[in-house]
C-alpha cells in the first residue's frame, strides 16, 4: 500500500482525474482518493515512481506519504 499527498487535488473533477490516472495503472489494486485530506492511498503493489508519474502527466504532482 503507498499513500501520496497531492495538494493541487482541491475538487470533484480533480478527484476523478487523480482516480482515472491511477486507476488505469497495472498493479494499482483498489485506489482510495480524500479530496478533504488531498490524500490518494493505492493498495496494489504499483512502484511508487510510477504512481508519482501517471499524477504528474495528468497535472497533479504528488508525493509520497507512507510507502510500504
Known amino acids: 500500500m503507498t499513500t501520496l499527498t497531492v495538494p493541487d487535488m482541491t ?3 480533480c ?3 487523480v482516480l482515472s490516472a491511477l486507476s488505469g495503472l497495472p498493479d494499482a489494486g483498489a485506489v482510495e ?3 478533504t ?3 490518494v492511498t493505492v493498495t ?3 512502484r ?3 504512481l508519482i508519474g501517471a499524477l ?3 497535472g497533479f504532482p ?3 506519504i507512507a510507502p510500504t
Do not use: F, I, M, R
Open 15 to 17: 478527484k476523478a482525474s
Open 48 to 50: 511508487p515512481e510510477a
Open 11 to 13: 475538487c470533484g473533477h
Open 56 to 58: 504528474d502527466a495528468v
Open 37 to 39: 485530506a488531498k490524500t
Open 62 to 64: 504528488a508525493s509520497v
Open 33 to 35: 482518493v480524500d479530496l
Open 44 to 46: 496494489g503493489p504499483a
